[in-house]
């Protein structure tokens, strides 16, 4: 946690101001800051200035210690406070606070309506098993109205406004449980002592007693016929003055007797348990001699807990004189790091709704915010997203377009191949008419007879061939069909017509010397010849047969 909102523990006493701030370590508290400030000596609240020398007194303190915060956690003193434990029926918070109002009201000195007040459940009652105790606390609205003027004027948010007898109730349960019996522990402040009384690190009792430094000092002073000052001064450098007869002087006394006699008292309301334990804390608990003055009253010897007793790990980051006066208000900041179990505050009900409300509005506000920023990264990266898949769906369209070329060309390919292979069919086959064709007409040349005259051949595709001729007579033609049948390639031959033709007379012939000479006219038979030429790939001998279409004349 940053140093600026960690809470800052702050006690204002009449005679001097005191901070404290804790860090948690996670073997518990591993450094302390804490500091002291002495108030003007004519300083009063309600004077004009009064809380801005306050204020001006705590940012010195805070100064000193070198604590840097805008959250503070104060503390009331006990004798401002109406604070008693009483035992009520179990019931919820809510319920038991109505119970608490109405019995409360025939404690306070002012109206209920005056007050700010709240509780905290203790557990079980020791005298009443059936019933809890509870701690209830209240204080009136002016005083705490100063408070918050304080807190307003240091520009700090106050956290929780709680009690010194609790922060002293802190450093009890720190020390752990002592002896069998009562633990009293007492806070000797400026004008009163607070007093606790708690066994097995419970709380029992609360109380705040009139009895301070500053009576002490006035016995000191009348005692010994001195100025304050010189009273003060010889408090706090010799300790209490001891008479001829080896006890304290008169009215100095006096003051032991009343401090005990509280002490004693405290100690009865919670009945006959003997004190095992007297814890005293607070720079007037250092006195010289004072803790051997209640230990001789009392029967039992007083501890003044040190800072090494309570944070035995802990390093102290301030002024080590400052550690003994600022105990108190380092127990009051041990709320702010967990290590304490009390719960009350009495900041008024309607400043914490105010403060939840806009809690509220900022916890929504940044919800709105991060919802808001989580749309915005939504969008973004669905923009992105989106950008990639077009920029993928172009270079697809892209990579289609390039394919749907391919494909056109691979059709053209396949189409002009297609082609080709049927031309080349074409051509392969006139080739292979062509040389059946010559292969025939060599046959024929060898076998038919000389006098056959051909005077046209025809063969068309995938159609017979067609010869067509003259021949001296029938005979001869029919010699010519035997031969055209013995080619190979032959499959089958027909004659389609055979039929004598009138006597013509012949072409013209002429001489060597240019001369024409008469032609003669002789008779000759015309035939038509379909010869179906062989498909297999070994063509097999024809056989010839003569229809005589027409007859023959």
Same mark, same amino acid.
């Given at each position: 946690?940053?140093?600026?909102?960690?809470?800052?523990?702050?006690?204002?006493?009449?005679?001097?101001?005191?901070?404290?701030?804790?860090?948690?370590?996670?073997?518990?508290?591993?450094?302390?800051?804490?500091?002291?400030?002495?108030?003007?000596?004519?300083?009063?609240?309600?004077?004009?200035?009064?809380?801005?020398?306050?204020?001006?007194?705590?940012?010195?303190?805070?100064?000193?210690?070198?604590?840097?915060?805008?959250?503070?956690?104060?503390?009331?003193?006990?004798?401002?406070?109406?604070?008693?434990?009483?035992?009520?029926?179990?019931?919820?918070?809510?319920?038991?606070?109505?119970?608490?109002?109405?019995?409360?009201?025939?404690?306070?000195?002012?109206?209920?309506?005056?007050?700010?007040?709240?509780?905290?459940?203790? +557990?079980?009652?020791?005298?009443?098993?059936?019933?809890?105790?509870?701690?209830?606390?209240?204080?009136?609205?002016?005083?705490?109205?100063?408070?918050? /003027?304080?807190?307003?004027?240091?520009?700090?948010?106050?956290?929780? =406004?709680?009690?010194?007898?609790?922060?002293?109730?802190?450093?009890?349960?720190?020390?752990?449980?002592?002896?069998?019996?009562?633990?009293?522990?007492?806070?000797?402040?400026?004008?009163?002592?607070?007093?606790?009384?708690?066994?097995?690190?419970?709380?029992?009792?609360?109380?705040?007693?009139?009895?301070? /430094?500053?009576?002490?000092?006035?016995?000191?002073?009348?005692?010994? +016929?001195?100025?304050?000052?010189? *009273?003060?001064?010889?408090?706090?450098?010799?300790?209490?003055?001891?008479?001829?007869?080896?006890?304290?002087?008169?009215?100095?006394?006096?003051?032991?007797?009343?401090?005990?006699?509280?002490?004693?008292? @405290?100690?009865?309301?919670?009945?006959?348990?003997?004190? @095992?334990?007297?814890?005293?804390?607070?720079?007037?608990?250092?006195?010289?001699?004072?803790?051997?003055?209640?230990?001789?009253?009392?029967?039992?010897?007083?501890?003044?807990?040190?800072?090494?007793? =309570?944070?035995?790990?802990?390093?102290? =980051?301030?002024?080590?004189?400052?550690?003994?006066?600022?105990?108190?208000?380092?127990?009051?900041?041990?709320?702010?790091? /967990?290590?304490?179990?009390?719960?009350?505050?009495?900041?008024?009900?309607?400043?914490?709704?105010?403060?939840?409300?806009?809690?509220?509005?900022?916890?929504?506000?940044?919800?709105?915010?991060? *919802?808001?920023?989580?749309?915005?990264?939504?969008?973004?990266?669905?923009?992105?997203?989106?950008?990639?898949?077009?920029?993928?769906?172009?270079?697809?369209?892209?990579?289609?377009?390039?394919?749907?070329?391919?494909?056109?060309?691979?059709?053209?390919?396949?189409?002009?191949?297609?082609?080709?292979?049927?031309?080349?069919?074409?051509?392969?086959?006139?080739?292979?008419?062509?040389?059946?064709?010559?292969?025939?007409?060599?046959?024929?040349?060898?076998?038919?007879?000389?006098?056959?005259?051909?005077?046209?051949?025809?063969?068309?595709?995938?159609?017979?061939?067609?010869?067509?001729?003259?021949?001296?007579?029938?005979?001869?033609?029919?010699?010519?069909?035997?031969?055209?049948?013995?080619?190979?390639?032959?499959?089958?031959?027909?004659?389609?017509?055979?039929?004598?033709?009138?006597?013509?007379?012949?072409?013209?012939?002429?001489?060597?010397?240019?001369?024409?000479?008469?032609?003669?006219?002789? /008779?000759?038979?015309?035939?038509?010849?379909?010869?179906?030429?062989?498909?297999?790939?070994?063509?097999?001998?024809?056989?010839?047969?003569?229809?005589? *279409?027409?007859?023959?004349?």
């Amino acid at each position: 946690m940053p140093l600026s909102n960690r809470p800052v523990a702050i006690d204002i006493g009449t005679h001097s101001v005191k901070v404290a701030q804790v860090q948690q370590g996670r073997g518990g508290v591993r450094a302390i800051r804490c500091a002291q400030q002495i108030l003007p000596q004519d300083f009063r609240w309600d004077a004009p200035d009064g809380v801005s020398v306050l204020a001006d007194a705590i940012r010195a303190a805070m100064a000193k210690a070198g604590i840097r915060s805008r959250v503070a956690i104060m503390s009331l003193p006990r004798r401002h406070v109406t604070a008693r434990i009483a035992s009520f029926p179990p019931a919820d918070k809510a319920q038991l606070r109505r119970v608490v109002e109405y019995d409360l009201a025939d404690h306070l000195p002012f109206p209920v309506e005056q007050v700010v007040m709240d509780l905290q459940s203790l +557990g079980t009652s020791r005298e009443e098993p059936g019933l809890v105790d509870v701690l209830v606390a209240a204080a009136q609205r002016d005083l705490i109205q100063r408070y918050l /003027g304080v807190a307003k004027e240091l520009g700090m948010r106050l956290e929780a =406004l709680t009690i010194d007898s609790l922060a002293l109730h802190n450093l009890t349960v720190r020390l752990g449980e002592g002896p069998p019996g009562l633990t009293v522990a007492v806070a000797i402040g400026n004008r009163s002592a607070t007093i606790n009384i708690s066994q097995a690190g419970r709380l029992w009792l609360t109380r705040s007693a009139p009895i301070g /430094g500053q009576q002490l000092t006035a016995a000191i002073r009348d005692d010994l +016929g001195l100025t304050a000052e010189e *009273a003060e001064a010889k408090k706090i450098s010799e300790g209490i003055p001891i008479s001829t007869d080896g006890k304290p002087t008169p009215r100095v006394q006096t003051w032991l007797d009343n401090l005990c006699s509280e002490l004693t008292r @405290s100690a009865l309301s919670f009945g006959q348990a003997a004190v @095992s334990r007297i814890l005293l804390f607070g720079t007037d608990a250092q006195t010289p001699g004072l803790a051997e003055a209640i230990g001789r009253q009392m029967a039992v010897e007083p501890h003044m807990p040190t800072l090494a007793d =309570l944070f035995p790990r802990a390093r102290l =980051l301030s002024d080590p004189q400052d550690a003994i006066p600022c105990l108190p208000v380092i127990g009051q900041a041990l709320r702010a790091v /967990g290590q304490s179990a009390w719960t009350i505050s009495l900041l008024p009900p309607e400043l914490m709704q105010a403060r939840r409300a806009r809690r509220l509005r900022m916890v929504g506000a940044a919800a709105g915010t991060a *919802a808001a920023a989580a749309l915005i990264l939504c969008y973004l990266c669905s923009a992105r997203a989106i950008a990639g898949l077009e920029s993928r769906r172009a270079e697809l369209r892209q990579l289609q377009q390039r394919a749907d070329e391919q494909r056109a060309e691979a059709e053209e390919v396949i189409n002009t191949r297609d082609r080709l292979r049927e031309q080349a069919g074409v051509m392969i086959e006139a080739l292979q008419q062509r040389h059946a064709v010559l292969e025939i007409l060599r046959t024929l040349s060898e076998k038919a007879s000389p006098k056959v005259r051909i005077l046209s051949l025809n063969m068309g595709r995938g159609q017979p061939l067609v010869i067509r001729g003259t021949a001296p007579d029938p005979a001869t033609v029919a010699d010519f069909q035997v031969a055209l049948a013995s080619s190979p390639l032959v499959d089958e031959v027909k004659v389609e017509n055979a039929a004598r033709a009138l006597d013509r007379p012949s072409r013209w012939a002429r001489t060597r010397s240019g001369r024409r000479v008469q032609p003669t006219f002789a /008779g000759y038979v015309s035939f038509v010849i379909k010869a179906k030429l062989a498909g297999g790939s070994k063509p097999r001998v024809g056989t010839a047969t003569l229809a005589q *279409a027409g007859g023959l004349r």
